[in-house]
């Protein structure tokens, strides 16, 4: 596991834990990114496919593979990415040992011994430290509560989706939807007038998959449409949310979400944490 790094937001100075995320490498080796020592996180503001990848060489068979850049969204409303060391030289293959020389015809070979077994060793996984969760609001929009009878069930782990596309992002945050345990959800073919790309019995959502800052227009509007069908409204945003859209969904108490290119959403307000701990 990497090991966390104390990463500021260039925005708001405010200090985050950061670990960078693990890739599956085509050799079967986790990859993880090397962060840039002494690096400058930046601020995303114009966010170009090309420059959104960075190349990282496998540790173990020295392919060398292009994965997402790391990044998080602040509490700000800011997407921080934060800079990767340049790939090193692929290592070398090892010499092979030259054979040994040829005994003489007359030398007596010695017994071969019988091979001893050794125990495997076992290694214990690091665990994660649990982030701090910040002290919800008193949501007005129309939160799912946990079925009664006890705790909800703990989910298994979320398997995101690669974001590649526009349509990447719908897929990858309609999964997150079911995920939280969200039922029926459906993702919409065309860009619909209303807004809602995502609709299901319970939710509609919104995915802004551009490369600027969601608007306050777009927060409003969907927490109309939230307000109108009776359902939770939820935002993802790829390029983070301009501060006006992020101020006035804490007012409106409507979860925002943003999204890396890895496909996992992470939570950027009071409410989108008070989904995630009371959905089920």
């Not at 599956?24 to 962060?35: N, T």
């Not at 990447?168 to 860009?191: C, H, I, P």
């Not at 600027?212 to 927490?223: A, F, H, K, N, V």
Request: with cysteine; net charge positive; proline share 14%.
């Amino acid at each position: 596991m990497a090991e966390s790094v104390s990463v500021r937001c260039p925005t708001c100075r405010r200090e985050h834990t950061y670990a960078p995320p693990h890739y599956p490498c085509a050799c079967g080796a986790p990859i993880s990114l090397p962060l840039l020592s002494g690096g400058v996180p930046v601020r995303v503001e114009h966010r170009t496919w090309a420059g959104s990848w960075v190349p990282v060489r496998c540790a173990s068979c020295g392919r060398l593979d292009e994965w997402p850049q790391p990044e998080f969204g602040c509490a700000c409303g800011t997407t921080v990415r934060v800079p990767v060391a340049a790939p090193g030289v692929r290592p070398a293959a090892p010499r092979q040992a030259a054979p040994p020389p040829a005994e003489p015809a007359h030398a007596e070979r010695p017994r071969a011994e019988e091979p001893r077994g050794e125990e495997p060793r076992g290694g214990r996984p690091d665990g994660d430290a649990s982030p701090s969760r910040r002290t919800p609001q008193p949501p007005r929009s129309r939160p799912r509560t946990p079925a009664a009878g006890g705790p909800p069930a703990r989910r298994p782990a979320f398997r995101p989706v690669t974001i590649r596309t526009a349509q990447d992002a719908k897929t990858a945050s309609a999964q997150y939807l079911r995920w939280l345990g969200f039922a029926e959800v459906r993702v919409a073919g065309n860009r619909p007038a209303s807004g809602v790309d995502l609709r299901g019995p319970e939710v509609v959502a919104h995915v802004d998959p551009t490369t600027t800052p969601t608007t306050l227009r777009d927060i409003e509007t969907l927490w109309l449409n939230g307000l109108n069908e009776s359902a939770t409204a939820v935002c993802f945003s790829l390029a983070g949310y301009s501060r006006e859209a992020r101020h006035r969904a804490d007012e409106l108490s409507l979860a925002l979400f943003v999204l890396d290119l890895t496909g996992t959403p992470q939570p950027v307000n009071d409410p989108a944490d008070e989904l995630i701990r009371t959905v089920a």
